[in-house]
């Protein structure tokens, strides 16, 4: 997206992000800025780093180096702000990671009623409003197990939206499912982001990637090697390592 930049400030922002597993150099040199309401997809082969660049973001993961701002403030570095700001930042992996003990109302209106301070009665109307958004209302008193993969994740972004999230960030949400239920999660996400949501998706669904991305970054090796529309990305590749790894994923 061409912008004007003039008051306009990013949601989240990296600035020089640098990360080592030990010797391994993960993050190199990493900057980046997500607009509101832009939808970034990240595509890379396994182990570029794609995972770890999201954690860091909301710091399930630390940096070793560099800053990483959300709206313009620095990532707080522990306690109730932190919970907060990760509450902020909806995070969708690719195992479903809802509470099994719990049902799926529950798995919902946890975090409202914990975090936000919410009443209970108004944590599951908002929490039924969601469900009903993701289609899976009348599961609602089920716990996870008795749900397919893709309600389930279906289930895990309604519970990342409960929290008002300022963005969302998905890690590969389909990688894990069946192929008939990926386009059930895939078709949530188009419709959230049509509603204005930012979002930073990993994912390896090129045509969804067309469909919804302003912006796609390619990693490899720790790097974002590549940046541009879906269009240039996907049909003008400009680095042999784009080209390969579109090549190896037809
Ligand atoms: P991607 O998501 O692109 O597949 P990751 O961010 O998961 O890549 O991993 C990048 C590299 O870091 C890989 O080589 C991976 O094995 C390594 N790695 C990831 N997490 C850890 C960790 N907690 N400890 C050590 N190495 C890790
Ligand atoms: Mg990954």
């Known amino acids: ?26 993050l190199k040199d990493i900057n980046l800025e997500v607009d509101r309401g832009e939808v970034l997809v990240v595509i890379g082969p396994s182990g570029s780093g794609k995972s770890t660049m999201c954690r860091t973001i909301n710091r399930l993961e630390t940096i070793d180096s560099g800053e990483i701002l959300i709206e313009g403030k620095p990532l707080p570095q522990e306690g109730r702000e932190l919970t907060q700001m990760r509450a902020e930042l909806g995070m969708v992996f690719q195992s479903f990671n809802l509470f099994a003990h719990m049902t799926i109302l529950e798995n919902v209106t946890l975090g409202p009623i914990q ?69 059930e999660v895939l078709d949530v996400m188009v419709k959230l982001a049509r509603e204005g949501m930012t979002m930073i998706v990993v994912t390896h669904e090129m ?26 990305f996907f049909d003008h590749p400009k680095t042999e390592r784009a080209r390969d790894f579109l090549n190896s994923i037809k």
């Open 115 to 183: 975090v936000l301070g919410m009443k209970k009665e108004e944590a599951e109307k908002v929490a039924m409003d969601l469900l009903t958004r993701v289609g899976v209302a009348e599961q609602a008193n089920k716990v996870p197990a008795q749900l397919s993969g893709g309600q389930q994740q279906r289930v895990a972004i309604a519970r990342s939206l409960a929290m008002h999230p300022k963005a969302m960030l998905f890690d590969e949400p389909t990688s894990a499912l069946d192929p008939e239920m990926i386009n």
């Open 207 to 232: 045509n969804f990637a067309r469909r919804v991305a302003d912006r796609v970054i390619f990693m490899a090796d720790g790097q974002i090697v590549e940046t541009g529309t879906p269009d240039e």
């Open 1 to 26: 997206m061409t912008q004007n930049n003039q008051g306009k400030e990013p949601i989240i922002e990296l600035r020089h992000v640098e990360k080592h597993f030990g010797d391994l150099h993960v």
